[in-house]
């Protein structure tokens, strides 16, 4: 199966990349037998991949990375880039190549002391693939002392080094930054899209996988755990209910805090999976394994601090994004609401909800509701600003019900 499935909806972007690579394969040729490479090139050692969220950025661009790392006998013979069955290609989509570096936000930013590794291995050699490849799933979470470290990596670029950067727009990278990659923007794709590659992919029933798929108007990741996880579709039942429930201060209050106590959860969640399986795996790393008592070695309390630091940055990040899907589903419900007031022939993305969506849409007009769109948008504000979940998210709930 190769690397581009799971690229949905988007063969501009799939065609470039392909080219991209191909010519890739001249270059570390021309490198090798000392001759002088292609004149006119569509590869280059930065890119930055934007668009919204559910678009794809970091498929895109991993899919891109097993592209240039693809070890095929079939590209000799002029087969695609990107076969997904060898070792190049399988290790670098599970996340294990020794040449491909990936940096995600664990926190609110990426900070420079993530950076400083990886911009120090950006100027190796590779060591077992054909190029030395950093994808920044988050660049628009470089502060400003990581972005100037990566800015001057991509402004004096080793020869066999590749920078992946994603973000939701160019806006949100450095304009130094950014004017040394090569843009590539991503659209969202459309629900039939979703809906194809749910049946093809996941072998969900085409209509679950319709239902899915419009409910999340093309995000693919959300699609699929709607339409595989039952407490996902608990979860957001729950939150289409809450413009329901705004009909007074109390109410209000009683549903922000439940909306809160959700997202938290979930991080406390996805915190015991991982957070203990980390602790363990670097005690014993550091030498607190058996015949020790479980004490750990003399100087290794500052290993062991910074680790809790990054996981407690990880839950309050997970909390955050557990809110943004809430925020997400609510923007929906609105959405399909003001549809409804102004007759407008879009499709309703909460069909199985139609009768609360007409319910809302008889008692208030179109103002109304695209006030309460924007105290939804202002709460991702609030939080973006590091305000106190619970607070951002009573004042939406007040702002809904004062419409």
Known sequence: MPVWDDLVGQERVRAQLTAAARDAD??????????????????????????????????????????????????????????????????TMVGTHADVSTVVAVGSQILVDAMRDTVRKSYTSPATGRWQI???????????????????????????????????????????????????????????????????????????????????????????????????????????????????????????????????????????????????????ALGAGAGTGGRMPRGTAGVMKELEDNQKRRRTRTQRNSLDVALSDLTGFYRDVLALQLGSDLAIANEDIRQDLERVARASGPERTLRRIEAIIACGEALDRNVAPLLAVEAMTMALRAG
């Open 26 to 91: 001249a270059l570390v040729t021309a490198a090798a037998e000392g001759t002088a490479p292609p004149a006119a090139s569509k590869m280059t050692h930065a890119w930055l991949f934007t668009g919204p969220p559910g678009s794809g950025r970091a498929t895109a661009a991993r899919a891109f990375a097993a592209a240039l790392q693809c070890t095929s006998p079939d590209r000799a013979l002029g087969g695609e880039p990107g076969c997904g069955f060898c070792d190049g290609c399988h290790t």
């Open 134 to 284: 950093i994808l920044v799933e988050d660049a628009e979470r470089l502060n400003e002392k990581s972005a100037n470290a990566v800015l001057k990596a991509v402004e004096e670029p080793a020869p066999r080094t590749v920078w992946l950067l994603c973000s939701p727009s160019v806006e949100d990278v450095l304009p130094t930054i950014r004017s040394r990659c090569r843009h590539l923007n991503l659209s969202t794709p459309s629900v039939a899209a979703v809906a194809d590659v749910l049946v093809r992919r996941d072998g969900i029933e085409p209509p679950v996988a319709l239902a899915a798929a419009r409910a999340t108007q093309g995000h693919v990741d959300r699609a699929r755990r709607l339409a595989t996880d039952e407490g996902a579709r608990a979860r957001r039942a729950t939150v289409l209910k809450l413009p329901l429930r705004v009909d007074d201060v109390g109410a209000c209050l009683k549903a922000a805090q439940e909306l809160v106590d959700a997202a938290a959860e979930d991080a406390k969640l996805v915190a015991e999976e991982v957070d203990t399986k980390e602790t363990e795996e670097l005690r014993a």
